[in-house]
């Protein structure tokens, strides 16, 4: 079945630095949504990417789509504590269901 | 206004128990869903419901049987509570057409189970 890698599991880092999760899928996607989940929060919808290639960005945050519709990134430039949380990756075939990520749990040294 | 709701959201009870989850949303939306998020974080789906349909069934044990009486509401209930079924139950919903299909999950029911 469709699975959906994302790497890293844990990232620490300092307030100011940037950072980065990436997102592997085994199958080709029509789609791709990123969620971001507070400690003690629910996952909150935060973008979706369908086009080959299509890079969006968020403030400090930019997302892009691979080529090949098969992977994706997450990058968070210069953090701040508010970024504190963990971050997924959800890929979509069709109208088939959702599949999430692992996470990626970003902690950050003020 | 709260968009997903579920009760409790804390529950504690022990093995051997029957317990029930309940959801609701104000959105609108046409599908919700059941996921349950373990000590890791990852989330796994569990049941989808479409116009009160079920269309998704995940390799789940029959003791989780998920009810929809209508579009807004998605209960589920647990039989027989394990020590395994402790996690954090997520509801959520979404629309099937257009774009996006982004899901808009309740605040969870952290379930524990000794």
């Known amino acids: 079945g469709q699975q959906v890698m994302q790497i890293p599991q844990y990232q620490h880092v300092q307030e100011g630095e940037d950072f980065t999760t990436y997102c592997n899928s085994s199958t080709t996607l029509s789609n791709i949504q990123w969620y971001k989940q507070r400690p003690g929060g629910h996952p909150v919808f935060l973008i979706q990417l369908v086009k080959s290639g299509e890079v969006k960005k968020q403030k400090r945050l930019t997302f892009q789509f691979g080529e090949a519709k098969k992977n994706s990134s997450l990058h968070i430039t210069a953090t701040q504590t508010t970024d504190v949380g963990t971050y997924f990756c959800a890929g979509q075939k069709g109208a088939q269901k959702l599949v999430f990520g692992q996470g990626t749990r970003l902690t950050i040294n003020p | 206004d709260t968009a997903v709701s579920q009760t409790p959201k804390y529950l504690v009870t022990q093995m051997g128990n029957d317990k029930s989850i309940k959801c609701e949303q104000n959105?609108?939306?046409?599908?919700m869903y059941w996921y349950k998020q373990d000590s890791k974080k990852f989330l796994k789906i569990m049941f989808s419901?479409?116009?009160?349909?079920?269309?998704i069934n995940e390799t789940v044990p029959n003791r989780f049987s998920p009810k929809s009486p209508d579009k807004a509401h998605l209960n589920l209930h647990i039989n027989s509570l394990e020590l395994g079924d402790s996690a954090v139950y997520f509801c959520?919903?979404?629309?099937?057409?257009?774009?996006?299909?982004?899901?808009?999950f309740g605040p969870g029911t952290r379930l524990t189970v000794t």
């Open positions: 959105l609108g939306h046409d599908t």
């Open positions: 419901y479409n116009n009160k349909e079920l269309i």
């Open positions: 959520a919903s979404s629309l099937t057409s257009g774009s996006p299909y982004e899901q808009y």
